[in-house]
Structures are given as structure tokens and as C-alpha cells.
């Protein structure tokens, strides 16, 4: 993957001039942010980061996202935490799009740019820091994890997209393929965060309808997604957000490929 691959918001603000027709949506099945909603006066900052603002895309809200939180975070040159983390409970992605930073995880450090994944359990010791001359921009997904007796916990790791080879959905000959960083039999792990990429014209060839909650960040390309009951068109740099059973599909729409980051609950008994 080239550098430019992955979207990352500019931030600034719209002009006087604008119009405000826009294509934000919030229901109970779903929400659109669209990357023109990521402007500098809906940052947020976080104790113990310096030099760090950061976009919350998701968070845990009665009638929106129940499990997870997702935010694009910005790192100016010589930012970073030492104690990015502040729940003990919290495992986490990381996702690099734009920049390069240095991440410490379980006392090793790790130079990642673009592309780069890392995947951080709960309660384990991490920090980042950008020493370089440029702004670094990451997705940082946070879910309290859910241990289960007889099972351990799972380790951290540090890849990138590019070493994790994508998996074609069966029958689609490649036109719709996974980039999956953790096996799915793994069921130590109760998230993925995943890469799904389509190429111009594939489909969702029906209305998927299932347990898991989703948040979708669009890293490159276009599509018209299907919403519950509406056809909405979303493109490079759009945030969706689907909550469980909110039937989905999509046309990708070309010339380029149609990229998202996806994240998903698994492998856990539904609570009662």
C-alpha cells in the first residue's frame, strides 16, 4: 500500500459561504458522519496526551453504539502519551492512515506508518510518540474486553496491511475480499477489526442482517450502501455506524476500489 492509500481528515472549518445541505444521518439503525463533518470544532482532547486532538466517530450512547468506541486521533510532531489509556478494561486497534509514529507495547517499540495495525489487550502498558516533522493520524478503536473462564487472554501484535494477505469471500472471485489480522477461530479475541475491499462494481448481494454492531470508516473509493430501509452514498473518508440486526449491502461504485476499516463483537454469548 502506498502512503496515500488510506483517507485522513484535514479538519479546518467550512466557509460562511457554504450551504448546509449536507448528508449527515442519525437514526436508531444506523448513522452517516461524512468526512465533511470532521472539522476542527468537533475535536476532542484526552488527559495524559500532548500535542494529540482527536475525532470521536463512536461511543457507547443509549440508541447508538453499545459496544466500542472509535475516534481518528492527530499527532503533531513531537506529541504523544506516555499513559494513553485510562481504563483498565479497554483493549484497543490501532489503525495508522497518514504519518509515522513510534508505539512502546509491553516494553517494545514498534515503528509504524501507514498501514500499520496494532493490536493492544487490556491492562497492558503501551505509549506512543511522533518524533517526526509531520502530523500522524490513526483510528484508535477501544472495546471493554470480555474474558471468559478457561480461556486466555490474547497477546499484543504489531503488522502491517500490506503482510496480512486478503481472503476472497467464496463465489466472488476476488472481487470481495477480507484483510483479517486476527483468525477467526481464534475465540480469545470477542473483536475484529478488519480491512473489507471491493473492487469497482462488486456487490453485498443481499441485505445482511445479523448479530454484530458495526462501525465502518471508509478509506478510499465509493459506494452506495444500503441503510435498513435507504440507499445512501458514502465515499473516502465517511464514518458509518450500524447497530446489530440493521440489515446492509452495497454497490461499489469505481473507478477505484471501495476500502473500509470495519470493526465487529464476536465470539461471546449474548448477555441476558
Request: glycine share 10%; with cysteine.
Amino acid at each position: 500500500m502506498s502512503e496515500s492509500a488510506y483517507y485522513a481528515p484535514t479538519g479546518g472549518l467550512p466557509p460562511q459561504t457554504q450551504i448546509l445541505t449536507d448528508r449527515a444521518m442519525f437514526t436508531e439503525a444506523y448513522a452517516v458522519i461524512p468526512k465533511g463533518c470532521f472539522s476542527d470544532i468537533v475535536t476532542s482532547l484526552l488527559p495524559f496526551w500532548e500535542g494529540a486532538r482527536f475525532w470521536v466517530m463512536a461511543r457507547p450512547l443509549s440508541g447508538f453504539a453499545e459496544t466500542f468506541s472509535q475516534y481518528i486521533a492527530e499527532l503533531a510532531p513531537g506529541g504523544g502519551s506516555e499513559r494513553p489509556e485510562t481504563d483498565p478494561a479497554a483493549q484497543a486497534v490501532l489503525f495508522v492512515v497518514a504519518g509515522r509514529m513510534s508505539l512502546t507495547l509491553a516494553g517494545e517499540t514498534h515503528e509504524m506508518g501507514p498501514g500499520g495495525y496494532a493490536y493492544i489487550p487490556a491492562g497492558t502498558a503501551w505509549a506512543l510518540c511522533n518524533h517526526g516533522d509531520a502530523p500522524v493520524q490513526f483510528h484508535w478503536v477501544r472495546k471493554a474486553y470480555k474474558p471468559v473462564e478457561g480461556l486466555a487472554a490474547p497477546e499484543p501484535f504489531v503488522t502491517n496491511e500490506r503482510d496480512v494477505a486478503p481472503t476472497p469471500m467464496p463465489g466472488t472471485e476476488g472481487k470481495w475480499a477480507t484483510t483479517r489480522f486476527v483468525d477467526p477461530a481464534d475465540l480469545r479475541h470477542d473483536m475484529h477489526v478488519n480491512i473489507v475491499t471491493f473492487e469497482p462494481g462488486a456487490v453485498i448481494p443481499f441485505a445482511e442482517t445479523h448479530v454484530m454492531e458495526h462501525g465502518l470508516y471508509v478509506l478510499a473509493g465509493k459506494a452506495v450502501y444500503r441503510l435498513n430501509q435507504d440507499w445512501v452514498e458514502v465515499e473516502a473518508g465517511d464514518f458509518m455506524w450500524l447497530r446489530a440486526f440493521c440489515p446492509q449491502a452495497c454497490y461499489a461504485g469505481g473507478p477505484g476500489k471501495f476500502r473500509y476499516l470495519l470493526y465487529k463483537d464476536v465470539n461471546r454469548h449474548m448477555p441476558l
